[in-house]
Structure formats: structure tokens, C-alpha cells
């Protein structure tokens, strides 16, 4: 294990005004986005739409330091022959690879799941890091509702997530650890809070007890909000205060940095949340976004598939990711969003 590689890479990741474009959409949910912009998904449409993304400059180079690949995309070249690898490279960013393989039924546990890739990963990793991953990504799903999640679930999926954290270690790839607290439902702010407390605390047990190295990580969690269907939803500074009070409770200060996930939260919602958290520090540790939807949301819907329309959805997702950069320094404001 390379120590002062992976923590130069962990650091990078979350770099001053920069965050991660998690872009590591599994074939299914890829379908899923695209039928709702009509378009059908094949490996050509995944390919044109995730290049024209690493394109989009200068705002890859000045906003984005890494980019969450899926398997296929990690081996795929652009249009004209150019490894889309390199073309992420090109723009300062790093190369990452979501190595988990979904989240499945957790049997005798009826509603909850456990993330399953862990046989074969250490040589899936080599091959990886071959092909220039130098960061990997594990999602653990942990749902809110009747009676769940129970303990039994938040170790069994914390364990895993650990074991991946010291598998990617030996092999030199900075692990992403993400520990995702759902927010569908109608839970409050305060069970959220509970939930994410008890899933962060049973994490870093587990990273301890399996020798991880916490500089060089880096942690992928939710912030703590209401369930969507909650009755009464929480202002953009409830939200900061109960995210950071909760990391602050769990997250050592060995850790480089943090970077959220969006969650299924609205795009300013997401950037908003991210700038107001920033507003509460100085905080120990680098905070910045892992955005999927909400840095790509808005693309999307401008490309709809069609080559006339990149110029216009490149434009969309210039302006999500420098707001999400200036969301990163704590320095965006509601005006900027108007001013696109
Ligand atoms: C981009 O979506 C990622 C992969 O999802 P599937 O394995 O279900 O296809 C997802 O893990 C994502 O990286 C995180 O949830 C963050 O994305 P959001 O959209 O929550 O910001």
C-alpha cells in the first residue's frame, strides 16, 4: 500500500472548489434516466452522452477533480478513438470506477438490502487500476421506514463497505465510502439525523477494526433532511446545521474530506445545502459534492438525445458544476443561479 499516493489522490479528490461528477450509472438506471428524456439507451447514446460531458471545458478543468465511472465507460473511446479515460485525464480530473455490484435483497430482512461485490474485487481492482482508476466507489443503501433499518443491516452493510475500503487500499485506488441513508419516505429531520448518526458511527467501527487508513479516503454520505413525503420540510440552514452537527459526532478528523451525495434532492436544493454548510465552518475536513442527478439533472434534459442540442446541455451542465464549485467554497449565492 502506497500511503503518501493514496492520500495525495484522497486529497485531489477534494480539492478547493472542486467535487466529484458521479456519472457511474449502472446500465438499468442509465435506461431509466434516458426514457425520461425519450431517448433509447445503447452503449453508442451512453457513450456520445457521457463524452460530450467530459468535453464540456473549461468547466471540467476549473469545477470537476474526479469523475465515478461505470465498468463500460472505463473501457469505452469517445467517437473519434480517444479512451474516454484520457479525456478526463486530459482536464485535471482522475479517473474513478464504482467497483460495488447493487444493492440486493438482505435475506431474513424483509425491505432492507446488503451491497454485494466483494468476491473477486481485489483483482477486479488491479485490472482497474490498469485501465487508470486511481479512486473506486462502494454505495451502501440504507432505507428508513417501519421498524427499519435494523442493526443487523447497518453492520452487515457497514462491514462490507470496510472490507471494500482495505481492498482498494492494497491495490493503491482511494476508496470512496458511501453509506447512502435514503430520503424517500416520510421520516422528520431528527430521524434522519438518528439513522445517519447510528450508520457513520458503525462505519468508522468498521473501517477501524479493518485497519483502513483514513487519509486516504474519502467519505460519500447523505445530508441529513426529511423524507421527501415528510410533511413538513426543513430550511436550507436546518439542514447544514443538523449535516454538520452529525459529522462532527462521527467523522474523524484524519479524514481528508467529504462529498456529498445529492440524494434525489432538487439541483439548487443540492447547492444550496452544500454553500450553507460551508458558511458553518471552519470545519475539519474538506467539504464538496459527488453529485450524479443533481449535476446532471438539467443536461439531460437539454441534450434529449439530439446532436444539435450538446452546445445548449454542455452549457447546462457548465453552469450546475460551477455553481456546485462555488457551492464548494461557500461562496454561491441564489442571484448566480438567475444569472445563467
Ligand atoms: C450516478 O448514480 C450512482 C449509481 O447508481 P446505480 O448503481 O443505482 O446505477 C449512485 O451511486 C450515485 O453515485 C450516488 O447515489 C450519488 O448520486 P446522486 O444522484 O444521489 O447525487
Redesign the pocket.
Known sequence: MNRDQLERIARAMVGKGKGLL?????T???KKRFEAIGIASTAETRRDYREFMFRTRPAMDNHISGV?LYDETLRQNGADGTPLVRLIEATGAIPGI?V?L?AKPLPGFPGETITEGLDGLAGRLKDYYGLGARFA?W?AVIDIGNGIPTHAAIVANAHALARYAALCQEADIVPIV?P?VLMDGDHSLRRCYEVTEAVLKTVFDELYAQRVFLEGIVL?PNMVVPGKKAPRQAAVEEVAAATVQVLKNCVPTAVPGIAF????QSDVE?TAHLDAINHLGPLPWAVTF??????QAAAQKAWAGKPENVPMAQAAFAHRARMNGLAALGEWTPPLEAAA
Not at 458521479?22 to 449502472?26: G, I, K
Not at 459527488?290 to 449535476?295: E, V
Request: net charge neutral; no cysteine; charged share 35%.
Open positions: 458521479a456519472a457511474d450509472e449502472s438499468g438506471t442509465i465515478i464504482k460495488d447493487g466507489k454505495r458511501e447512502e460519500k451525495l445529492s440524494g434525489g443540492a459527488s453529485y450524479g442527478r443533481a449535476l
